[in-house]
């Protein structure tokens, strides 16, 4: 029988002793191939294999486009209000950033990467073997990289994110209108209520610039290391068990980098092992942000609602959360949310859900999510205890051959 309360505490313990010693994670970092380091040999007393693999990301990709978009807006203002003529840089400038923000956030596509310099991130992978033959795999999963702070969830105006998030761009998209128009020789003269307009947008822009802090790291213990040493321990209690829980199924424990910076760990990740886990019936469960299990989901759609997950595992995991005593919900991503690594995955062609245990709703407030209060304090222990019930049930649905919407190999 496992002592869920203890290992709960367990994860929270290490989680914390980790985010003490090494702090902030940002894609790429020493800390963040040091805590690598740490997952490993964790692993390294009750796995099978061990494997840590290095992948080249280019994390600065990912939020450049709300430092060139504000650029880009004043340099347009300067254009239009001067009237130099000099209106097709800043409406190219407008152009590419939207184009980023498009490829990079929306879709969490690649857009642009070459023009940012790589860095070598690290992700950690430990494979139990069944006492049998594998006739299923299970992966477990979270990512140890923590995120840029994002000064709009730390200030006062955090329920107001959304409005932060998306109110500049009727400006960039009003100035870009006026550019093309300039620079094609119509609009001689910009109407006052225009002019009053593109006035207006400067805050907007200004926000929008400052609202990540792209050199400087959250502690990132909920979002995401606590999910990482989660997967460690409750992975460390199925080997453990082997022979009762684990007689033909495969369980792979992940720690993911550069989740953070656009999925990029989990999709070097998928490019490298998906084939081989397709070759059997497989399931991911991803977790991510674990903060209050009164807030438990699990996820059908991801990327800003763009990728669709596994229903059938989403299902399956929200009934097991249920079965062990907690209210848990399936939902869709919507735009705006972001995404996690399930998604890559599901792209990979392997179903999977992410379980997280944060508030969805539009307007939120007491955030830490992507903040330096995101430390261990703000870690729900009854999250915790939920996902690790959560990953021993669906170990034994999987291990029966109960488990639903599995990869076909």
């Known amino acids: 029988m496992i002592d869920f309360d203890s290992l709960a505490q367990k994860v929270l313990e290490e989680t914390d002793r980790l985010v003490r010693r090494y702090g902030s994670r940002l894609a790429g970092s020493e800390a963040g191939r040091a805590v690598a380091r740490e997952l490993a040999d964790r692993m390294e007393g ?65 857009l642009g990467d070459g023009l940012f310099p790589a860095r070598t991130c690290v992700n950690v992978e430990g494979v139990v073997e069944p006492e049998g033959e594998a006739e299923y795999e299970l992966l477990l999963s979270g990512h140890h990289d923590s995120a840029p702070v994002a000064r709009i969830y730390s200030g006062p105006f955090q329920k107001f994110y959304a409005l932060a998030i998306f109110a500049p761009y009727p400006f960039f998209l009003l100035e870009l209108g006026l550019l093309i128009a300039r620079a094609a020789g119509g609009v001689p003269e910009i109407p006052g209520g225009w002019t009053a307009a593109l006035l207006a947008g400067l805050p907007f822009a200004a926000a929008y610039f400052l609202m990540i802090d792209t050199r400087r790291g959250s502690p990132g213990a909920g979002d995401n290391l606590a999910a990482s040493v989660l997967c460690v321990e409750i992975a460390r209690e199925l080997a453990a068990r082997k022979r009762d829980l684990l007689r033909r199924t495969r369980v792979r424990v992940l720690s993911f980098d550069a989740e953070e910076a656009g999925l990029r760990g989990s999709a070097a990740y998928m490019r490298s092992r998906a084939g081989e886990i397709r070759e059997r019936p497989a399931y991911m469960l991803n977790f991510d942000s674990l903060y209050d299990a009164a807030h438990l989901q699990a996820l059908d759609r991801d990327v800003n609602g763009f990728v669709r997950l596994s229903r059938e595992v989403a299902r399956d995991a929200a009934e097991c959360l249920r079965v062990e005593g907690y209210e848990a919900r399936v939902y869709s991503m919507v735009f705006g949310g972001g995404g996690t690594d399930a998604a890559e995955a599901a792209r990979a062609g392997i179903a999977a859900t992410s379980v997280i245990a944060m508030s969805t709703a539009v307007v939120r407030e007491g955030l830490v999510y992507h903040t330096p209060r995101d430390t261990v304090s703000a870690v729900g222990s009854d999250a915790v205890e939920a996902c690790l019930r959560l990953a021993a049930r669906y170990a034994e649905r999987v291990e029966s051959g109960g488990a639903l919407g599995g990869s076909a190999p």
């Open 46 to 110: 009750f796995c099978d294999r061990v494997r840590m693999e290095e992948f080249e990301a280019r994390p600065a990709s990912f939020y450049a486009y709300t430092k060139i978009l504000p650029c880009a807006y004043v340099l347009g203002l300067g254009a239009l209000f001067l009237d130099r003529g000099l209106y097709l840089l800043p409406a190219l400038g407008i152009a590419f950033g939207i184009a980023l923000m498009v490829s990079q956030f929306a879709l969490y596509g690649r």
